[in-house]
């Protein structure tokens, strides 16, 4: 049977299995479009902007494990939502990302609405693709989610010309996907990982450094096991919390520029690195020649190029985590849980030294009280979806993560205005958990008019925004590192948050005590809608520890002791 | 291998819109140099060709060829140590040089006088490139009018 292009749109999405889409619609894109109106087989979720459609299935995707998918119109529609593609590529999240294009006819002439998206997507994508005939349809979209989801997954850019979208063709979506270009390698190899677990056997303090890729793999609960197992100490990046639980005796912490002291210490002193699934970013590792100075490295990274980018691996190992975790499960009677007990008395003694804390303050809410209330409060019962910033860092830090899935964040790219679309998009994949944004004064404004969406689609997040009146993070390095000039940092200039929120319908709290906020939290849990609370929290603090950039992982700043009153 | 090497690595891509620009951009992005850069179909398949050469340290070179490989396109890169190595120029002198000594050089660089006209004469040359480059400056006293490098194309042994 002959379908138009656009119905080739609709048909694939429905064989791959999606049941919800966001976009916003426009000229290019309006055949497809008028074939969603036709349909309930999907929901669309119409953001109010395209930046914000993109987030929205990168949250979908982070918390449901499944492709995302986002439609938008050419031109302007496609150039907003780049920087969603740009941050689904730095944390590899599997997206598949359909824009309308002008009509073949028109390419190349400057014509209303026509960018070379294709062009632009090409360096933050893992894959681009314009299609210039109706016939290549459905082996296109096929291949594109096939792209997102296998390997190191990422975001898959299609770019359709209008008068294919209207072209008619046959569909045939039973085709196998056969690349021969690509063929991601998941099985690790088995003699390579066995001297590797052979080598930690005879390590003295060996370190599991736990990364993104394990969450992407959904192999969070054979780690669980196999860090259990062994008895060996773990940190995590920020990308990868919540694969172990917050209270699991072998979790340090996070490490990095803002990880705990014990972390830190525990990757400088350890001898044996075995990284899974993550990729030594400048902001684990500080200065590169002083990281893990003495240790042999494990490498398992299902994406070759990230092996020995950066730091050399000893033991590289390409391969799917859960496949190449699983096999090493099996080998791991051989490695003697007690042989670390000293090790790990080290590490507690560095945790008891100086433990991620903060000082409480009687006059003004510190913003970390705020993150480990919520903790008490909802615990595994909420996803957290953060902004960037300061709060970021005190999220990552001091909420009681449980599960994989559990913390939604731009961690690669570092987006601002990523957290509320994205904690929409949390909601509508898990709806049963309660969906918060934790958020600044700066970046909730970034995409603030998804309060409209979140009213309208009855996506009932809750945002709270750690108002300290500051673009925090950029004005805590001008306090250290620029002389305390705060140049164009200072946020007093505000919207009345309250007013703001229930003039789109949403619920709106401000709140200055304890008190206030538990009631205000209890409060939009129960109404179920959108709301923002705004927390008025200690304008000056600064996340601690701290390693300034470029600086050894093991020379941190540190929260100062606190004054004794009298 | 010194810091800064020249190495030549072949890539076979499918022949498809925009596969160079994803090999150039990737080149771009992260910041690694092209000396030159060759493509052109592979007979009676759907491949193309490219031979690349770059410069870099063993970790760069190293970066390049997997970050290369992880091209949806790339079917294969090879990093060559052991080739056969050849580039071509086509040079352009007047006519009033010295031809007779011009088709001499040209013949001890497997080349040869190619065309002629009222007021300049074309040569080509086919070499490794080293003795390319020493054509080239051999040939300066003939006052070259243009030269044209084709780049190189290399085969492993």
């Known amino acids: 049977m002959q379908i138009n292009g656009a119905q080739m749109v609709i048909e694939a999405l429905i064989a791959e299995g999606v049941d919800t889409v966001f976009g916003y619609p426009g000229g290019a894109i309006m055949n497809v479009y008028d074939e969603i109106y036709k349909q309930d087989n999907f929901k669309h979720i119409l953001t109010r902007h395209e930046q914000a459609a993109v987030h929205a299935a990168e949250g979908y995707s982070k918390a449901s494990g499944k492709v995302g998918v986002a439609m938008i119109t050419s031109g302007p529609g496609f150039t907003n939502a780049v920087t969603g593609l740009a941050d689904a590529y730095m944390d590899s999240i599997p997206l598949v990302v359909i824009s309308g294009q002008v009509p073949m006819s028109l390419i190349g002439t400057d014509a209303f609405q026509e960018i070379d998206a294709v062009g632009i997507s090409r360096s933050c994508t893992k894959h681009n693709y314009l299609v210039t005939d109706a016939k290549d349809l459905s082996r296109v979209l096929k291949e594109a989610f096939f792209i997102a989801r296998t390997g190191r997954p990422g975001p898959v850019h299609v770019d359709i010309p209008k008068d294919v979208t209207a072209q008619m063709g046959e569909f045939d979506y039973s085709i196998e996907v056969d690349l021969e270009t690509y063929k991601p390698n998941t099985v690790g190899n ?74 830190n210490m525990a990757m400088s002193e350890t001898d044996m690195v075995i990284a899974l699934g993550a990729r030594f970013d400048d902001r684990v590792t500080g200065k590169l020649s002083e990281f893990a100075k003495n240790a042999t490295v494990i490498h398992v990274d299902i994406d070759p190029a990230s092996i020995s980018k950066l730091v050399n691996a000893d033991f590289p190992i390409v391969g799917d985590i859960k496949n190449v975790v699983t096999e090493m499960l099996s080998l791991a009677s051989q490695i003697d849980s007690e042989k670390y007990e000293s090790w790990r008395e080290t590490i507690n003694n560095f945790d008891e030294l100086h433990p991620l804390t903060f000082h409480e303050d009687s006059e003004r809410l510190k913003p970390q009280w705020v993150i480990k209330r919520v903790g008490e409060l909802l615990g595994d019962s909420a996803n957290i979806s953060t902004d960037v910033g300061q709060h970021q860092m005190w999220a990552a830090q001091f909420y009681p993560f449980s599960r994989p899935r559990q913390f939604i964040s731009s961690g690669g790219l570092g987006t601002m205005g990523f957290g509320f679309p994205a904690a929409m998009g949390v909601k509508a994949a898990s709806p049963q958990k309660t969906s918060i944004n934790i958020t600044g004064d700066g970046s909730i404004l970034m995409n603030i008019q998804e309060l409209m969406t979140a009213v309208e689609q009855k996506l009932p997040v809750i945002n709270i925004i750690l108002n300290n009146n500051y673009l925090g993070m950029v004005r805590q390095w001008q306090s250290l590192f620029y002389g305390k000039r705060h140049s164009q940092t200072d946020l007093s200039v505000q919207p009345d948050f309250t007013m703001l929120s229930q003039s789109f319908g949403g619920l709106g709290y401000r709140v200055t005590t304890k008190e206030e906020f538990d009631a205000a939290l209890k409060d939009a849990v129960e109404k179920n809608i959108v709301a923002l609370i705004e927390v008025m929290v200690e304008r000056h603090e600064n996340v601690m520890p701290m390693v300034p950039s470029g600086g050894s992982l093991f020379n941190m700043m540190l929260l100062e002791k606190k004054k004794e009153k009298k | 291998m010194s810091d800064n090497a020249r190495r030549v690595i072949s890539v076979i891509v499918i022949n498809e819109a925009s596969v160079l620009s994803r090999i150039t951009d990737l080149f771009s992005g992260r910041g690694y140099n092209i000396t030159s850069l060759t493509v052109a179909p592979i007979p009676e398949s759907r491949y193309s060709r490219l031979t690349i050469v770059t410069a870099g340290s063993v970790r760069v070179i190293e970066q390049i060829t997997k970050q290369l490989h992880k091209l949806i396109p790339v079917l294969k890169v090879y990093e060559h140590c052991d080739l056969v190595e050849k580039e071509m120029a086509l040079v352009k002198f007047p006519i009033t040089e010295n031809l007779s000594d011009i088709s001499t050089l040209c013949g001890a660089y497997n080349g040869k006088i190619v065309d002629v006209s009222e007021s300049v004469i074309i040569v080509m040359v086919a070499d490794e490139p080293k003795r390319v480059d020493n054509f080239l400056s051999v040939v300066k ?15 492993e042994r």
């Open chain 1, 190 to 263: 088995p003699r390579q990982i066995r001297k590797a677990m052979e080598a930690i056997a005879s390590s003295k303090r060996p370190l599991f450094y736990l990364g993104g890729g394990i969450i992407n793999s959904n192999a969070a609960y054979e780690v669980r096991e196999l860090v259990k197992t062994t008895g060996i100490p773990a940190v995590e990046t920020f990308m990868a919390r919540g694969t172990l639980s917050h209270d699991d005796e072998l979790l340090i912490s996070m490490l990095g520029m803002h990880g705990s002291y014990a972390a």
């Open chain 2, 141 to 155: 006293k003939f006052h070259p009018k243009e030269i044209v490098r084709s780049g190189a194309v290399a085969l």
